[in-house]
């Protein structure tokens, strides 16, 4: 005990010194104050308990302070989350023509807009409210800039001339085939082009959009597959990039890792057809199905209160492409991560930091036959084209949007064990970070930014 005693001082010394080094490393700098002024009370704290410790009442703090340390540590380990609902839900399909994304197209598309208002008049209004807007990117938006705000829009151009490369004809059949080893390469594969993490799931039905609407030429077309099984690949963003939310950076960080994740899938998809099993990559503006399922089921992580998926190491800050193939590849082993979707429910840091209040702040709303948490995306959308950006606002206040660095991983273990944990670490969280967040009103130096991270 005395031992104990003894490190204790040192313990919490050396732990307070680390998360001011890496705040200075992140740049973080409320955090860097934070935690250079607890290092300071803390110093002080212990040293008059040093001077006095042959008092009565100091040992007694030190006993007290000892004994409620070791409580706590053991209670921390604890692996405990109350039993979620086991229901099994009949979940209706989501018709991508009721996307915003293609909702937004339709103002190109007189002949289709009639027949989809026809059939849900009540989007008309608000939908020509957000077409009189101006498209993301483009001059009027509060984040224009004449020569950043193009690089993004020439990423999504190359994104959707290159369309065709979802679909290709399968080869001839390879015998003596081992599709462990034909996964492991995928995965492979997949790494070596960039990806931060890949898992592998059956397909459900529910994984799959029930019509296509994005581009006109498909439009209204009943999604159908044959495909076993889907590859989810994953990609990250940069978080240094994701603080300057909701500015421009946000925009060319998106499209770059859309462009990123893309490439990975195409390859994979083709490399696939090599061994004779059709297959079909999904990418921004090709989806087929729905990445955001996938990637839970997959075991990558799980849905967060921001509708977006929250990788178990990354965080929010991720791209997602999948490629789907009738090969029927081992499925990953890993279960969804349901820590996370517990502290979604206390934390409601991405609600309360919404510019829009699209994302819900309370349990999850049933849509669609099954409850889950999604963003409005009419009041989220038109924000968007406000202000010319995908905003990522709610990516970056996110407490899982943090380097996957040791004293991070340390603090993902920790919440990943049990409520009391996760309580306590939203606490420090907003003791470090701050609670409410303020947005920007204009862009940083672009220029410096480029200087500075890629000359």
């Not at 229901?87 to 991508?96: G, H, L």
């Not at 990806?195 to 209204?220: C, F, N, P």
Request: hydrophobic share 40%; aromatic share 12%; glycine share 4%.
């Amino acid at each position: 005990m005395n031992i104990l005693i003894g490190l204790l001082p040192a313990i919490g010394f050396i732990f307070i010194g680390l998360v001011f080094i890496s705040s200075v490393i992140e740049k973080q700098w409320r955090a860097v104050c934070v935690s250079l002024t607890l290092e300071i009370v803390y110093t002080l704290f212990w040293f008059f308990l040093y001077v006095n410790k042959y008092q009565v009442f100091a040992q007694i703090i030190i006993y007290i302070i000892t004994a409620l340390v070791v409580l706590f540590t053991m209670a921390s380990l604890i692996k405990y989350f109350p039993e979620e609902d086991e229901k099994q839900y009949d979940i209706e399909q989501f018709d991508e023509r009721e996307h915003m994304f293609s909702r937004n197209q339709l103002q190109y598309h007189p002949d289709l807009a009639s027949k989809f208002y026809a059939a849900h008049p009540e989007f008309k209004e608000i939908d020509h409210k957000i077409n009189n807007q101006p498209e993301l990117g483009e001059e009027g938006g509060r984040f224009y800039d004449k020569y950043f705000a193009a690089i993004p829009e020439a990423s999504f151009r190359l994104l959707d001339r290159s369309r065709f490369l979802a679909t290709g004809t399968a080869e001839n059949d390879i015998t003596n085939l081992s599709l462990e080893k034909l996964t492991q390469t995928i995965k492979f594969i997949a790494k070596f082009y960039g990806a931060a993490d890949v898992g592998i799931t059956k397909i459900k039905q529910y994984h799959l959009y029930s019509h296509r609407g994005r581009h006109s030429e498909y439009w209204g077309q009943k999604v159908k597959t044959t495909h076993k099984t889907a590859v989810v690949i994953v990609t990250a963003m940069d978080q240094e990039l994701y603080r300057y939310s909701s500015s421009l950076p946000v925009l060319m960080e998106s499209a770059r890792k859309y462009v990123e994740s893309a490439k990975i899938a195409h390859i994979i998809a083709e490399y696939l057809r090599m061994f004779g099993f059709e297959s079909r990559s999904h990418v921004d503006g090709e989806y087929e199905v729905l990445c955001v399922p996938l990637s839970r089921d997959a075991g990558l992580g799980n849905v967060g209160r921001l509708g977006l998926f929250i990788h178990k190491n990354l965080g929010p800050c991720v791209r997602l492409s999948v490629v789907t193939t009738e090969a029927e590849l081992p499925v990953s082993v890993n279960k969804p991560d349901e820590s996370i979707e517990h502290f979604c429910r206390i934390c409601k840091k991405c609600s309360d930091n919404c510019p829009t209040k699209s994302i819900p702040s309370d349990e999850k709303p049933v849509s669609r036959g099954f409850p889950h948490w999604s963003v409005h995306q009419e009041t989220c959308y038109s924000y968007w084209k406000t202000i010319g950006t995908d905003c990522g606002f709610c990516i970056k206040v996110c407490p899982y949007n943090k380097p996957n660095t040791l004293l991070h991983k340390l603090a993902r273990f920790y919440i990943s064990r049990n409520p009391l944990n996760q309580r306590i670490a939203l606490f420090i969280d907003d003791f470090l970070y701050g609670r409410k967040i303020k947005l920007p009103d204009k862009n940083p130096d672009l220029f410096s930014i480029a200087k500075r991270k890629y000359s």
